[in-house]
């Protein structure tokens, strides 16, 4: 078998596109592992274990102001999950508010009798009083974000979470 060989750069195929395989020394500071990064332990440094540490270090915070209002976390998330649309199928807003089976069902359940959310034929959104109900709240989960993301600058921010919402995208 005999591979020809050029000076040219290397072409890759990733994701539908040709791109060309290149160094570039602008990015040197973000590809090479800081020194301390390299000795951490495999944990420490296995994205899993960072995604959740993060998750439950936000969420905490948020957690005990949630429970000062007297709202419990499965009320905060299936709400949450139907602000901002005009509704979502029973499919969606189980995926969306991230509970198990059975929290969602009997969560689902309660909201629909409080009146909180309301059915409209094969999809649910927020009642009126559910909007009432979940506008402080996201205005705590704001807060909560604001803190939790202090360390950055705007830009690193808004990068990170578009990095997130980016690997959730993937097909798993």
């Given at each position: 078998?005999?591979?020809?060989?050029?000076?040219?750069?290397?072409?890759?195929?990733?994701?539908?596109?040709?791109?060309?395989?290149?160094?570039h020394p602008?990015?040197?500071?973000?590809?090479?592992?800081?020194?301390?990064?390299?000795?951490?332990?495999?944990?420490?440094?296995?994205?899993?274990?960072?995604?959740?540490?993060?998750?439950?270090?936000?969420?905490?915070?948020l957690q005990?102001?949630?429970?000062?209002?007297?709202?419990?976390?499965?009320?905060?998330?299936?709400?949450?999950?139907?602000?901002?649309?005009?509704?979502?199928?029973?499919?969606?807003?189980?995926?969306?508010?991230?509970?198990?089976?059975?929290?969602?069902?009997?969560?689902?359940?309660?909201?629909?009798?409080?009146?909180?959310?309301?059915?409209?034929?094969?999809?649910?959104?927020?009642?009126?009083?559910?909007?009432?109900?979940?506008?402080?709240?996201?205005?705590?989960?704001?807060?909560?974000?604001?803190?939790?993301?202090?360390?950055?600058?705007?830009?690193?921010?808004?990068?990170?979470?578009?990095?997130?919402?980016?690997?959730?995208?993937?097909?798993?």
């Amino acid at each position: 078998m005999r591979f020809s060989n050029s000076e040219l750069k290397e072409l890759l195929f990733h994701k539908g596109a040709y791109a060309v395989s290149e160094y570039h020394p602008a990015a040197a500071d973000r590809v090479t592992p800081a020194p301390f990064e390299e000795r951490l332990p495999f944990v420490e440094n296995y994205l899993p274990f960072l995604l959740s540490r993060s998750f439950y270090r936000v969420f905490d915070k948020l957690q005990a102001m949630l429970k000062q209002q007297g709202i419990d976390e499965q009320e905060y998330r299936l709400l949450a999950s139907l602000q901002g649309v005009e509704s979502r199928s029973r499919q969606d807003l189980h995926y969306y508010s991230g509970l198990d089976d059975q929290g969602f069902a009997a969560e689902l359940a309660r909201l629909l009798a409080l009146g909180l959310v309301e059915q409209r034929g094969a999809e649910f959104a927020l009642s009126a009083a559910g909007e009432q109900r979940i506008a402080p709240l996201l205005s705590l989960a704001k807060v909560s974000e604001a803190e939790a993301l202090a360390s950055f600058n705007v830009e690193e921010a808004l990068l990170f979470k578009r990095y997130l919402r980016k690997m959730l995208e993937e097909p798993a």
